[in-house]
């Protein structure tokens, strides 16, 4: 599956959210995250339907897809995270067959027997939880980051690392606003390495050979080679350029 060139990349427009300073959209995404993920996940199924978790969980689960809205509404960026839930997918399926050690018997009674094979239902609504929580901070960092080209990021980062170090003066030293340009920057990298390398791999394939499970996973671990290799030497090269300046 080839991942879009332009996921978390930067698209232009003149949109509320455009406009929105980069440094305030920055610290929404981060609050964002902080309010998705703050509680606990719980490990009985009956605690998932409790209002302390579900209300906040709704609530940033609104707010992503209204800042979605005001950003363009480019329904194409859903789409683009399928990888979200397949991720979500292989965790939860791998989580519902495995039993925790130290089983309460409020637990105990979500768990399927089907003759020798056990199903832990407490996992799977863990694994829905998290997927949810995983779309919901993935889905308005793909906003933030269409609506903020780098340079808007970087300066932002960069003011904030100014005030702080004003009050913390070793942060200056340590210039943690670059790392983090960087960090951000390469993210949408990524996808792009991958999505090249995934094609390349799709035009060398011989189309006449019959697919099977080995192919098809022999050829996955090639491409993931191929994109670590790319993304050493993108990160290489990065750190030269770094070096230059310097």
């Not at 997927?131 to 990021?153: G, K, M, N, P």
């Not at 970087?154 to 070793?170: D, F, G, R, T, V």
Request: net charge positive.
């Amino acid at each position: 599956m080839a991942l879009e060139a332009s996921l978390f990349s930067y698209r232009k427009g003149n949109t509320p959210v455009h406009k929105m300073s980069a440094g305030i959209k920055l610290f929404l995404l981060f609050l964002l995250c902080i309010f998705t993920f703050y509680k606990k996940t719980p490990q009985v199924v009956s605690d998932f339907y409790s209002p302390d978790l579900l209300i906040p969980l709704f609530s940033c689960f609104f707010f992503s897809f209204l800042i979605f809205f005001l950003g363009g509404a480019n329904f194409k960026s859903i789409l683009r995270l399928k990888f979200v839930f397949f991720i979500g997918f292989f965790v939860t399926v791998f989580n519902i067959f495995s039993m925790p050690q130290n089983i309460s018997d409020e637990q105990k009674k979500f768990i399927l027997n089907f003759h020798s094979i056990k199903i832990n239902l407490n996992a799977l609504a863990s694994g829905i939880l998290y997927t949810l929580r995983f779309f919901i901070t993935t889905f308005s960092a793909q906003t933030v980051f269409e609506t903020t080209s780098s340079l808007e990021i970087k300066n932002a980062l960069e003011n904030a690392q100014e005030k702080i170090s004003k009050i913390l003066p070793p942060v200056k030293k340590l210039n943690p606003a670059l790392s983090l340009t960087l960090a951000i920057n390469f993210i949408p990298e990524i996808f792009e390495t991958w999505n090249k390398v995934h094609t390349a791999a799709l035009a060398r394939s011989n189309t006449g050979k019959r697919k099977n499970l080995k192919n098809t996973i022999e050829m996955l671990f090639r491409e993931l080679q191929s994109l670590l290799s790319c993304l050493l030497f993108y990160a290489e090269t990065k750190r030269k350029a770094l070096l230059n300046r310097s």
